[in-house]
């Protein structure tokens, strides 16, 4: 009896793992909302921090002073990918999903998420209000001529484009201006060089350990804007990897010199300096990230330094629709409403958000504008929506297979962790590693 009691502990425990990751919220997000008797639930997954309750909260309560016939409850998991993946097991998918632009494809391409473009043409809403990214980016591909080009598969809710955030004590030691919206790549690196000689000279309180600049070369949103600035790119115009090519292997080569020169942090390496610690100088970034430096590091804002062909990485996160929610209609209502002008300013009260609705994140009076440093300074909350037609579309891999999309992106981490590796990491150079990659990429199939 003992040693069955045992097994079946341990099936259950089995079973437990098995189950999706994630789990029902409080109702904190409702605090102080109606609803009529006979309201109709929606279960909304999101990951579970409290900057997307936050987010989830902004909308419900704003969305409660106009609907009262739709509650949210929220369920939360800690990582997008297992928990799908746990969903489709399990056929347990919530009514809507958080979700990326960059990590949607492989779900959306294979029947997972509700196509929503009859919804938005059967309640005439305009896409153009919208940043092009942001709406592309809930797309499979960017290619108007593309098969599946018209679908849309979430309603974004952000826009994401990556700015830089400086540290203004560490310009003050300097003695150096602060970086402005309209300064190129070269005065960038100018910046990054004079900032590591008064480092390495420990001047002012200055240290060198300290780094001039981190790039986010470790993540494929950074990478991919950095190759671009020197002339690289990564895929073709036929949607193939393009990473063997001359210009991309030279913008690895810069980059890797620009990493050994001391100027960008080492995507290969921990390393015990930060942002957070006050021991960088200036970081590529993301509005979502603000919430976790604006009340502990002296910063502002400068937009993505240019050169002549620089494109800046940005996307979007938002909510998609099951496609087997029971309340797709009621979903629907929900996540327009996220898209509508009274749901972005909901979302705008929020510090981590730049709206996706142009009119609302281009309003100087908006309150995402509004959030200002330690010192209570204003900050240039401009910069993050600055030069959107040199935006970079990063879903690059989907016109080759939207079900790869997720393992082509992992691919290229793979390469650049190689590329930017003090011996190559066993691929011999960096031509050695862009053409096995490019191999690997070209050469990937999807298996059901």
Not at 42 to 56: N, R
Not at 85 to 104: E, F, K, L, Q, R
Not at 226 to 242: R, W
Request: aromatic share 12%.
């Amino acid at each position: 009896m003992k040693k069955f009691t045992v097994i079946l502990l341990l099936l259950v425990f089995a079973l437990t793992l098995a189950l999706p990751a994630c789990a029902r919220g409080g109702d904190e997000i409702n605090e102080g909302n109606e609803y009529e008797e006979d309201a109709v639930t929606i279960v909304v997954g999101i990951k579970a921090d409290s900057t997307e309750k936050a987010y989830l909260s902004a909308f419900s309560k704003a969305f409660n002073q106009v609907n009262k016939s739709i509650k949210i409850s929220p369920q939360t998991f800690a990582d997008y990918q297992q928990a799908m993946n746990n969903y489709i097991a399990t056929d347990s998918m919530p009514d809507i999903v958080w979700c990326t632009g960059d990590y949607h494809a492989p779900y959306s391409s294979t029947g997972h998420y509700e196509d929503l473009t009859p919804y938005f043409e059967r309640d005439g809403i305009d896409l153009s209000q919208y940043y092009q990214t942001s709406i592309d980016s809930a797309r499979l591909s960017n290619d108007p001529t593309a098969e599946n080009y018209d679908s849309i598969w979430f309603m974004p809710r952000d826009y994401n484009r990556l700015t830089i955030m400086y540290n203004k004590d560490i310009f003050d030691k300097a003695g150096m201006e602060y970086p402005t919206d309209d300064w190129t790549w070269e005065d960038f690196l100018e910046t990054c060089r004079t900032l590591r000689e008064k480092m390495n000279n420990n001047e002012n309180g200055l240290s060198q350990y300290m780094y001039p600049a981190d790039l986010l070369l470790n993540d494929n949103v950074g990478l991919f804007t950095a190759l671009t600035a020197e002339g690289g790119s990564i895929v073709d115009e036929n949607g193939d990897s393009n990473i063997t090519s001359m210009g991309t292997q030279l913008a690895y080569e810069a980059l890797r010199g620009y990493v050994q020169e001391g100027l960008f942090l080492d995507p290969t390496k921990s390393a015990s300096v930060s942002f957070s610690r006050n021991t960088i100088a200036m970081n590529a970034c993301v509005r979502p990230v603000l919430p976790g430096y604006i009340n502990d590091v002296n910063l502002d804002f400068a937009a993505y330094p240019l050169s002549e062909t620089t494109k800046v990485g940005a996307g979007c996160s938002g909510y998609a629709i099951s496609s087997t929610s029971k309340h797709k209609e009621e979903a629907w209502e929900f996540i327009k409403f996220i898209g509508s002008e009274e749901g972005q300013r909901a979302f705008a009260t929020t510090a981590g958000c730049v709206p996706v609705l142009k009119s609302v994140a281009e309003d100087e009076t908006s309150a995402w504008r509004r959030f200002t440093g330690i010192t209570g300074a204003e900050l240039n909350h401009a910069a993050f929506i600055a030069d959107s037609e040199r935006d970079l579309y990063l879903n690059v891999f989907d016109r080759k297979d939207p079900r790869l999309s997720t393992t082509l992106l992992k691919y290229m981490q793979e390469c650049s962790y190689a590329c930017f590796h003090e011996t190559f990491n066993g691929r011999g150079s960096i031509a050695g590693a862009t053409q096995y990659y490019q191999d690997q990429i070209n050469n990937a199939t999807f298996v059901g």
